[in-house]
């Protein structure tokens, strides 16, 4: 199970950290990604990482504000987001699962294992 926290209102401009935990098992070999669903919109890519090489990918949108890192200590998966618009605004999930090939790496349904969602909200 994924566990995803850290979500909350922030005004424009301002930053949140996003944490992806697992019980129970390691991000060993696993490549993790961010995803966000907005209010009637479909579910998108966000960022990812890749566990043992480090890898990371990002949507256009959030590239230079956003940054995904991994904590081999914790087992956790960061997102820091900065710079955060009113676009932002969705329910971010973490994902996880091994042997994503490149090419669908910002594919959802590449994934079968998903946290709950936590709630980012930035103000118009």
């Known amino acids: 199970q994924l566990q995803a926290s850290g979500g909350g209102s922030v005004q424009a401009g301002g930053s949140l950290r996003l944490s992806c935990s697992t019980s129970g098992r390691t991000f060993r070999f696993y490549t993790v990604g961010w995803f966000r669903q907005a209010p009637g919109q479909e579910r998108e890519f966000v960022a990812s990482i890749r566990w043992n090489s480090g890898h990371t990918s990002y949507e256009d949108s959030v590239k230079g504000r956003f940054t995904v890192s991994k904590d081999n200590a914790e087992n956790t998966v960061y997102l820091q987001m900065n710079s955060l618009k009113h676009e932002d605004t969705a329910v971010y999930y973490c994902?996880?699962?091994?042997?994503?090939?490149?090419?669908?790496?910002?594919?959802?349904?590449?994934?079968?294992?998903w946290g709950q969602g936590t709630l980012v909200t930035v103000p118009a």
């Open positions: 994902a996880a699962d091994q042997g994503i090939i490149s090419s669908s790496i910002r594919n959802s349904r590449a994934y079968d294992y």
